[in-house]
């Protein structure tokens, strides 16, 4: 029967703390020596992949092929087209998946790596732009590639000085940074970005009103000049529990209040039936546009005094006075905003 481990003394705990404080250091400082280095070259990637029609294909072995899927998926996300090709299955028909219109994105930091040598001739045959990331600019890797990003010399954090560690952390740098390059050159937007991310909390947070809101079709409008018993149909007839009102004077239907479930109590009493509807709206009721995002919406309706429980849309292109819509809390709450 094996022994039981022991715990671990307090002088392994700092061990384990120095450890970490290592790899730290080590990778602010090769990312800093990153940044003082980049040149020319790196903005003739970026120009080189702006101008292809197809994909950008990432490609890499071992741990330098994880960053290489990492910075694929981030590349797509923020509006690069891009996959990753594994150098080994390339070999066997995967080279199939590399056309005419793409470029090809590939890591290796020593750049030596065997594997790869099948998709640089099938770069070369296609006359496809190659960037290479790598750490040595007299390697195989870089001496084939159009445009070679070299990586800063990266003292690797493990006791021996061998697992990568340093190195495909400075790899996911540079990745990150040509991605964002390339959102800022193509002026990629918050609703683009959207688009890519429908699920999950990035989702939600870029939902805009425009998504969620009820429209003109469904907005429970009356004229200031209605009677409350009117006012009260119009209210109940609808799931909303409020009635706007309406401006009629013009023909432009401009909003100049509300009426909601508050001021009917405000206002009970016995003649209330018979009042019209400007005698009991609140004037000049809370409104939102419908690009702003709605959860930007539903702070405004749980600040401020009174808080409300729907607001009115308008179309700030348009006549801001003028209702398109309404927003409620419950629609926020279906959006999962919260």
């Known amino acids: 029967m ?18 970490a404080r290592r790899v730290c250091e080590y990778a602010g400082e090769a990312i800093a020596a990153l940044g003082a280095g980049l040149n020319g070259d790196f903005s003739r990637a970026v120009d080189a992949i702006l101008n292809i029609k197809g994909r950008v294909i990432v490609s890499g072995m071992g741990k330098s092929g994880h960053i290489a899927r990492k910075i694929a998926a981030t590349l797509a996300s923020t509006g690069t087209p891009s996959h990753f090709v594994h150098p080994g299955e390339a070999s066997h028909g995967d080279l199939g998946m590399v056309t005419r219109e793409d470029a090809l994105l590939m890591l290796s930091y020593r750049g030596e790596t065997a594997e790869l040598g ?10 496809i732009p190659l960037i290479g990331i790598a750490g ?6 870089l001496q084939a590639a159009d445009i070679p990003l070299v990586l800063p010399p990266a003292k690797e954090a493990c006791p021996m000085g061998l697992a990568p560690t340093t190195s495909t952390t400075v790899m996911l740098v540079l990745g990150d940074a040509l991605a964002v390059a390339l959102m800022e050159r193509r002026g990629f937007t918050a609703d683009q970005y959207r688009n890519f991310h429908p699920g999950g909390s990035l989702g939600k947070m870029l939902v805009r009103v425009s998504d969620i809101m009820h429209g003109t079709d469904e907005l429970p409008l009356v004229g200031p000049d209605t009677p409350m018993r009117d006012v009260l149909i119009t209210m109940t007839s609808n799931r909303f529990g409020f009635a706007g009102v309406a ?3 013009d023909a432009d239907g401009k909003l100049i209040g509300i009426v909601t479930d508050g ?3 405000r206002h009970m009493e016995p003649a209330l039936l018979d009042r019209k509807a400007r005698d009991v709206m609140t004037a000049s009721p809370k409104t939102v546009p419908a690009s702003m995002l709605a959860a930007e919406a539903l702070t405004i309706m749980n600040t401020g005094s009174p808080k409300v429980t729907s607001v009115f849309v308008v179309d700030p292109a348009g006549d801001p006075r ?7 809390i419950h629609d926020c709450l279906r959006a999962g905003l919260s």
């Open 2 to 19: 094996s022994a039981a481990p022991q715990p671990a003394s307090a002088g392994s705990v700092h061990s384990d703390q120095d450890a």
């Open 322 to 328: 003028k209702p398109v819509g309404f927003l409620s």
């Open 263 to 265: 001021d009917l109590r």
């Open 136 to 141: 040595n600019p007299q390697s195989t890797l």
């Open 247 to 249: 401006g009629i004077v």
């Open 118 to 127: 099948d998709l640089i001739t099938h770069a070369k045959r296609l006359r």
